[in-house]
């Protein structure tokens, strides 16, 4: 009972009874979900609960070309890089406004790159593809996925992808489902570490301080059973240590 506690508060009640579990199984002790759950009840430990809100939309119309789906809900990889997908997400803090871009990895689920800006204007878009560029250069057979959003469908953010050898994939208009991987990271950020805890926020700063950490703890501590209890840098690391094998 003890180290289960200890898991929950380690991540910050961000762990249900099924990763606690699978977290207790990578430490060597075997137990069933069922009975963490049961113990996690007579503990009165409970996780974060789902809170939603509103959807931040780049969608302005058509202002560039819109690109074909490639990905078809296909999201998953078998080896990193191949699949990229990206997206905005808007953050409201006492009346301030913070746009977070992040690029993650069709196999591995990492966030590879991100920027955040107090608008969502096209050069932080154009940062995050630099960054993400520099950290994993190989980008031969890449398809980059994204929604119909006027960032995506500028001249610059195509010619880029064009000049680099990047396929463009856009979902279908309206289609959130299409964007299925980005959305989702999007809920677990905000639910997480935002919903629920504006208030422990003073300034705008503070706040992108809290997503740079949580972007850290997401790629480096938290397990995801859809990665075989892998973290998503774990996973990447293990995926490409068998492909040179």
């Known amino acids: 009972m003890k180290r289960i506690k200890e898991i929950f508060e380690e991540h910050k009640h961000r762990y249900g009874y099924r990763r606690i579990a699978a977290q207790l199984r990578r430490e060597g002790t075997i137990v069933n979900h069922k009975r963490v759950k049961r113990l996690m009840v007579k503990m009165h430990l409970y996780d ?11 969608y302005k119309g058509t202002i560039g070309k819109s690109k074909p789906n490639l990905i078809k809900r296909h999201f998953a990889a078998i080896i990193p890089d191949r ?14 406004k913070l746009y977070l871009s992040p690029v993650m990895d069709g196999c591995s689920q990492e966030i590879a790159a991100y920027t955040l800006s107090r608008h969502p204007v096209l050069k932080r878009v154009m940062d995050m593809l630099d960054q993400a560029y520099q950290k994993h250069p190989a980008l031969n057979g890449l398809i980059f996925h994204t929604d119909q959003g006027w960032q995506y469908q500028h001249a610059a953010f195509q010619a880029w992808l064009k000049n680099h050898g990047v396929s463009q994939s856009m979902s279908r208009k309206g289609n959130s489902l299409d964007d299925g991987l980005m959305e989702g990271f999007f809920g677990i950020l905000k639910r997480e570490m935002f919903y629920g ?8 700063n503070e706040l992108e301080q809290s997503i740079k950490e949580y972007i850290h703890y997401y790629n480096h501590d938290r397990i995801k059973t859809a990665l075989k209890n892998h973290t998503p840098i774990e996973y990447r690391n293990m995926v490409l240590n068998k492909a040179v094998q």
């Open 197 to 204: 805890f504006e208030k422990t926020f003073k300034t705008m």
């Open 48 to 58: 974060i609960s789902i809170r939603r809100r509103f959807k931040y939309s780049s």
């Open 83 to 96: 699949h990229w997908y990206s997206d905005i997400t808007e953050f409201h803090l006492n009346g301030e």
